[in-house]
């Protein structure tokens, strides 16, 4: 798999969580929930946004190491 492969999967898989949590929260709302969101679902968003910025640069630098082994 490629680098801008992973990265579109890896940002359609949040997108995906982030709605299906949505729905998950018009139904589920006790402390556990809440936890939840707090610990895993929050902290995960900035996370996957610097992974994805990541991997954008590494995408850039493995496109120039191919150019210019051509």
Do not use: F, H, Y
């Not at 018009?26 to 610097?50: H, N, Q």
Request: some cysteine; charged content about 30%; glycine content about 4%.
């Amino acid at each position: 798999m490629s680098v801008e492969a992973g990265r579109t999967r890896l940002t359609g898989a949040m997108k995906e969580l982030l709605v299906r949590w949505d729905k998950a929260k018009l139904s589920w709302r006790d402390p556990v929930s809440e936890d939840l969101e707090r610990t895993l679902i929050g902290p995960l968003e900035p996370r996957v946004r610097a992974a994805v910025t990541a991997m954008s640069q590494l995408a850039e630098m493995v496109n120039a190491a191919k150019r210019e082994c051509s």
